[in-house]
């Protein structure tokens, strides 16, 4: 079942091409003594204790013991010299994963990828949980690990509503959907706004960015990092990051990735996206048919801001607009392709172009993307 992978660092201007699949590992954990877990919560306890620590759960001579992280010794397999590259950064230690993938490629055959990257988040996630400290602990259910300092039952909740919704997600993305990869889709919740910016902030080049509830990382080991503020806002958040991490293998422009997410949310929510006549007329009096480039390009959505704001609405509109009008919406997502922002796949596939659809709703104007525009737009700026 689906989970999480490598990527490189902006493989494109959007960093959406992913570098290797991975999968999850089991790496220098023999250290851990066998405890019992609470069937409740899944926190450890003392082989003896009678009561979580925890939730304070009862345990009951007949509850199941969850296994310790150790190495899977059955399987055979030797991770003893797998060294996961630890540095601490903005407080938090980040993997090399680039070096963990060539350690799986050159000393793991392909039958016991399963197996080890079964492991490898958990390690990964167990010294995060060492970095974050306080309550925060590791969570597991059958598509998700997550690392998380909130409570036990807010945890718990929303990894339950995590795997509720997956294949709601899955059936709106069909084939667009990432299948045939190996490990689990990790989430980070914080409870505190400094540590999930202190977080994130390592995956983001100095300068001004807009303000984020929530965060699909695709560097490294890719996963999902949000701040918990309530319940409701939190599956909101979940909802749209998992879109992205199910699209993530395609290079799909950036419009297209962050539309679909805000519509599909809308509708695993039964809140559908709308757009009132004060929003209308702020699209109307905002873009031109020059800064529309950089909405193709993907530029503008990191811009703090109106620019940002208008860009997330105006995606979700064009997202309708083109899916509402026949043709194979599926096999565009799987063809559209950032450096043209989807244009040729739009004229090919669904006989439209991106600028006629865009002028539905921004009215008369030139508003096709233009390629060597887009080019210009995600050249590295000079220092």
């Known amino acids: 079942m689906p989970g999480s992978f490598i990527h490189d ?11 290797a699949f991975l999968l999850p590992f089991e790496a220098n954990l023999g250290h851990i003594l066998p405890v019992k877990a609470c069937t409740y919560c899944g926190s450890d306890n003392n082989e003896d204790a009678r009561h979580c620590l925890e939730c304070g759960t009862e345990f009951s001579d007949s509850q199941e013991e969850m296994p310790a992280t150790t190495f899977p010794i059955e399987s055979g397999i030797d991770l003893s010299q797998l060294d996961m590259g630890f540095e601490i950064s903005e407080r938090f230690s980040r993997p090399n994963w680039k070096a963990i993938s060539a350690f799986v490629k050159t000393n793991i055959s392909k039958e016991d990828y399963p197996t080890v990257w079964r492991i490898i988040p958990e ?11 306080g309550a925060s602990r590791v969570y597991r ?8 300092d909130v409570t036990p039952e807010i945890t718990r909740t929303l990894l339950a509503y995590a795997e509720s919704v997956l294949g709601t997600i899955r ?12 490990g689990k889709h990790v989430l980070l ?12 902030s390592f995956y983001y080049p100095e300068g001004s960015h807009a303000l ?7 560097q490294g080991y890719a996963h999902i990092a949000l701040p918990y ?5 939190a599956e909101h958040v979940l909802v749209h ?10 290079p799909i422009p950036l419009w297209l990735n962050e539309g679909l997410a805000v519509v599909i949310e809308g509708r695993v929510s039964r809140f559908p996206f709308r757009v009132d006549a004060d929003m209308v007329d702020r699209h109307g009096r905002h873009w031109s048919e020059e800064n529309i480039q950089a909405f193709w390009a993907g530029k503008s959505f990191n811009v703090p801001g109106e620019e940002s704001e208008l860009s997330y609405s105006l995606a979700p509109i064009l997202v309708t607009l083109l899916s509402e009008k026949g043709g194979d919406f599926i096999t565009f997502i799987r063809n559209a392709d950032w450096r043209d922002a989807g244009q040729e796949a739009a004229l090919t596939i669904l006989d439209r172009d991106l600028g006629d659809v865009a002028g539905e709703f921004l009215g008369p104007g030139n508003w096709r993307p233009q390629r060597k525009a887009i080019v210009e737009q995600c050249k590295p700026k000079q220092p």
């Open 189 to 200: 919740l914080f409870s505190d706004l400094d540590d999930y910016f202190a977080y994130i």
């Open 229 to 233: 503020e309530n319940t409701l806002s």
């Open 171 to 182: 059936g709106s993305l069909k084939e667009a959907a990432w299948t045939g990869f190996y």
């Open 241 to 250: 990051e998992l879109v992205h991490n199910l699209l993530s293998r395609l």
């Open 9 to 19: 660092k902006s493989a494109n201007c959007q960093g959406d091409l992913p570098l």
């Open 123 to 133: 390690k990964w996630l167990e010294q995060m949980a060492k970095d974050l400290g």
């Open 212 to 218: 984020s509830s929530g965060v699909f990382l695709r």
């Open 141 to 148: 259910s059958d598509n998700f690990l997550c690392l998380s």
